[in-house]
């Protein structure tokens, strides 16, 4: 069975950045593709960001204006949110999912319990 632990996130301020990362353990980590979601309070969950099994490619969010870039490191077991120039907008829980076939929000169906990431003024 897959685990996947994310960490990385934290109370920061607009303009800052962050970088969040997804260790998994328990499947071959490059056999397959990451995304990233996020799920602010009383709002539905929200894609963000997913990368193939190879980092050759990768798919964002329709809200994403190369704010974010998503990256993996196959030798550590880990993928990578890096996050610039954050806004109050982005305050929620990042997660992350794995699965061997596709890149579509619809695709990951299995969400870890996600890193909380804060934005203040």
């Known amino acids: 069975q897959v685990q996947l632990v994310e960490s990385g996130g934290g109370l920061v301020h607009v303009g800052d950045s962050l970088r969040l990362s997804c260790r998994v353990s328990g499947d071959t980590f490059n056999r397959l593709n990451v995304g990233w979601s996020r799920q602010a309070p009383g709002k539905e969950r929200e894609f963000v960001a997913a990368i193939t099994w190879g980092g050759a490619r990768t798919n964002y969010g329709d809200f994403m204006k190369g704010q974010f870039t998503i990256s993996r490191d196959n030798v550590n077991n880990t993928a990578y949110l890096q996050m610039n120039n954050l806004q109050p907008e982005d305050t929620a829980v990042y997660s992350c999912?794995?699965?061997?076939?596709?890149?579509?929000?619809?695709?990951?169906?299995?969400w870890g319990q996600g890193t909380p990431v804060t934005v203040a003024l």
């Open positions: 999912a794995v699965v061997r076939y596709g890149l579509g929000f619809r695709d990951f169906t299995s």
